[in-house]
């Protein structure tokens, strides 16, 4: 899952760097996926033709899902002992679901149930209803789920739980178009991302990043608007905004950013590559190919739009033509700072 980051702060180069390289290397892990970014799929046979509505039902249950907290113990126990602290502390439904996320993954589901039972909170319901989730007859859980969901449309939760469980249960058509409503509901909150993250699990979590073609001051989010509105005409200021927006999660606010930079520059190609970087939709990764290439071609000297090309290629899972692209990068201006994170993706992918 795509994890959230702190609203009000930018994230610093290095730790952007760091996140970066962190996927790249975690996506390796699914084998044979880069394959497919760059290969076309097989043919079915004529007497075989693809229902692409169902899909193989998923064993076990769907989990309960909840953002991450920085600081938060790995470890099942510990993090079981951790959330128990924090309900203790401050009570309520967010902190009942992440105790009932915590004792399910230290497989004490009784216990997980014990915590949701006691509230009557629609979430809590949608949590419990996971819980019960049984693979062999999945119905009982989903009528449960799809109640919930009826009487919280806008519970993001809720929505995304049922959305969930219908995809494990098999039922693709019904639980995407539930995680679309999900994602286009607030496409930048958590379980926007989460639900756009689970309707392309081809795809790395999250979306491509944007790196800065100079290194900036790091500042929070808070001070790089007010500096951004302060001087509406310094169109760099208002990249730097859009860069540590995307840094945050977000990314519609970013692509505001980039466009009031353009109109006080519109041929500043990084507000460009900024933009289109902001709104990469995994729905058609296409629509952004379609309008960096041409930022590539048109300033082979600008290392920005290449760089961020091979981004969005590995996001694709296409290692092969990302590293390509990266080596001319890396080739480029040795002293921008693009070109030294080009050769530092090219040592890890």
């Known amino acids: 899952m795509a994890s959230s980051s702190d609203p009000q702060t930018g994230v610093p180069r290095g730790r952007l760097l760091a996140l970066l390289i962190g996927g790249v290397i975690a996506a390796g892990v699914i084998v044979g996926l880069a394959a497919l970014a760059t290969q076309d799929p097989p043919t079915p046979p004529v007497s075989a033709p693809i229902d692409r509505s169902v899909s193989d039902p998923l064993p076990g249950q769907p989990p309960i899902v909840v953002p991450p907290v920085a600081g938060a113990p790995t470890a099942p126990e510990k993090r079981v002992a951790w959330a128990v602290a924090r309900r203790e502390a401050t ?32 979430s809590a319901q ?101 500096q951004a509105a302060a001087a509406p005409n310094d169109a760099q200021a208002q990249v730097t905004y859009g860069a540590a927006l995307i840094g ?41 190919f379609g309008q960096m290439g041409p930022l590539v071609r048109d300033n082979p000297s600008d290392p920005s739009p290449r760089l961020h090309l091979a981004l969005m290629l590995l996001w694709l899972r296409d290692s092969d033509t990302a590293r390509a692209e990266l080596r001319q990068v890396a080739a480029s201006d040795p002293n921008s700072p693009l070109t030294q994170i080009a050769k530092q993706l090219l040592a890890t992918i």
């Open 91 to 122: 009570p309520g439904i967010e902190a009942d679901l992440r105790l009932a996320a915590a004792q399910v993954a230290a497989a004490d589901t009784s216990a997980a149930q014990a915590t949701l039972g006691s509230s009557g909170e629609a």
């Open 248 to 288: 945050a999660g977000q990314r519609m606010a970013a692509v505001d950013a980039f466009d009031a930079a353009l109109v006080v520059d519109p041929g500043l190609v990084e507000a460009k590559v900024g933009k289109i970087i902001a709104g990469y939709a995994k729905d058609n990764p296409a629509g952004s």
């Open 126 to 226: 949608a949590a419990l209803a996971l819980t019960q989730y049984d693979a062999a007859e999945p119905e009982k859980a989903l009528a449960v789920l799809a109640s919930v969901a009826t009487t919280a449309p806008t519970d993001p939760f809720v929505q995304f739980s049922y959305g969930e469980a219908l995809l494990w249960s098999g039922q693709r058509a019904a639980g995407e178009k539930t995680l679309r409503s999900v994602r286009d509901a607030s496409p930048d909150s958590f379980y926007g991302v989460a639900a756009d993250d689970l309707l392309h699990p081809a795809m790395p979590s999250g979306y491509p990043p944007f790196v800065l073609a100079a290194a900036t001051k790091d500042g929070s989010l808070a001070t790089l608007k007010r």
